[in-house]
């Protein structure tokens, strides 16, 4: 209730730019916005394959500005950059094997555009709030566990190297005194909003996905790499939190739940909740390169600086996951169509 | 006399790439690899200010191979890359106030053209034996002194942030077996054929020059900033050594002296050695932004890997230094034209 009324008094009427606010996270957060009363606009690209989906603002479209456009496209985002109060900046492609084949495609998706962005942004905008998600992977496999922020960045994929050199413009702007940011290390986020097509993005959604479909789950390896997930809901209030706490600046921070499940164990949850099998099967080469290894972050310097606990165990999460999928799994199943033909659309 | 002829014996007739090698260090490199009878190719972009000089390579150039061409014109540049046995990825933009203005460009020139020239030699010459000199800037504000390789990596600067990425992509690239990589994190090098039209990279060189134009030397701030310097002859007996040492890679090592001058020493001892003044002035705000405090670096992993200790002290270096600039200072002091009409000269 504190921090519920915390929000409410914060975000009414602010305005706040979503980077990404068609994706699984950012989507989740705009609906959360808008019930908060923010005046809210979204960039994003609409990447083929990247999780945008229009479906995912379905009720909240006519509430927002939605501005359908690469970030790094500085002469068509520049005119919503001035007078945001809030900007979280989400937008990023996220493709772990991908990288490897296309590793242009992705510093060009993400550090250049980034770049781009956050330059402009600084200019036009000095010392806006910019919340960033960064990522678990900039860390790779872990040299201890559970991993704090001091952790070595050594990603095992060129996405990670990204991820960290877009982190870091981000704290040398800060450093500059030109934005303000907090960046926010995510664990394996689960939840609602999830792209569905392919298994390139978490596997968690794609186990959720075949066991809706009545296949059998296939864990790769012997399933006991530990995994430290967390629900959507969960991340979307640290988010929250983190951007109106104006202390909270200036910092990496891992966003994680801090508690281990094994893939075997999230892989026989799924078969249980939705009534499927589950097997071991070898990894694939690719995918056996981009395998960190356990994974649990520390996240005691987010409890300390947010007084932040999540509120949602695992298998609630799995069970909301999956009765959303149920409902609305024809949305995510098959590419969409997430081009769309409106280009903007005002709030009235 | 014993390294001296396990370098001959490895080098005789062997074919070594050097991007980078109208430059500072690149020539220097070159220089002693012709010496040594390997068959050299040189790859410059010759950008403006950043330090290419034909006249680094006066005397030599009609021994080696000369393409001129940024290292990510992959279409110019992927016919030399298969049958070198060994690269010497010297190729970068440094700039530290540079990136401050010109943030894109420093990730074009940097990330994108290095991205592009790994790929492409990867795939050409997979296995191959890649020196990468990565720097010092990569740790920006010491945490401790001396700094090893453990130590954070928090650049002042985006330069400093593009630095460690493409170091990145050549540890990514090692792990998936597709070349074998050595990084040498540089500290500040000295020595002849650095360029001396600008201040903006490493202000020894600029000490000099305004020494031997009888001009006093300005020290920003109070002088007690430490750095540690390494003259240029020892730097390219390390990268000679590294890439003749099979065993030595997969890693990234300081190349440094490991000892600590300050500002104001260094500059008293140009004053004396040209016969000039050098006084104390406030810091310019941009370069109090770059400035990363006391600098010395640990080198004990690279003893320890090599066998080797610096051979020049900074006295001994200093003189060569001014010696050669007094002698040869009417190519350097002034913009070269560096762009030849020679596109390449085959060696004979």
Redesign the interface.
Known sequence: MRDGQRLEEFYRDRRVLVTGGLGFIGSNLVRRLVGLGSRVTVIDACFPDQGANLYNLEGVLEEITLVVSDIGATRTVIEHLPEQEVVFNLAACVSHVGS?HH??RD??RN??SQ??FL?ALAELNPGVSVIYTGSRSQYGSPLYLPMDE?H???????NG??K??VE??H??LH??GRIRYLSLRLTNIFGPRHQMMHDGQGFLNWFIRLGLQGKEIRVFGDGTQARDFLYVEDAVEVLLLAAADAECRGMSLNLASGKSITVAEAAQAVSEEAGTEWTLVPYPPERA?VEPGDVVLDISRLRAALDWEPRWDFRAGLQETIAFYRMHGEHYFRPSETKPSLIRKRPI
Not at 152 to 158: F, G, K, Q, S
């Open positions: 490897l590793p242009l510093l060009k550090c250049v770049l781009r330059c001091d070595p960045l050594r990603p095992v994929d060129i190297v990204h960290t050199a870091e413009y704290r040398i450093e500059q390169s």
